[in-house]
């Protein structure tokens, strides 16, 4: 299900290669399925996670992990999103 769940949601986006997705919740089921295959598809991939799973996104080649909880009580246009990850 969480497969066929990311599959459709980047059918649906036209997601390219070369192409930047942000996943909120990229290390729950659909989020990870959706990194790994925008990760396979060529895109940069940005992810929301909790603080624990950092680590784990960077195993999957996230470019960029943000701190869930900070993006969500802060203002995402003030330029702090309380980036945790490269």
Sequence with gaps: ???DTAYQTLADIGLKSRGTLVVDGAAGGVG?????LARHLGATVI???SEHN???????????SIMRTVLLERDPWSGDLGRVGA
């Excluded at 990870?32 to 790994?36: C, G, I, S």
């Design 32 to 36: 990870t399925v959706t990194v790994q």
């Design 1 to 3: 299900m969480a497969a």
């Design 54 to 64: 950092h680590e784990y996104l960077r195993s999957e080649a996230v470019a960029l």
């Design 47 to 49: 992810g929301t996670a």
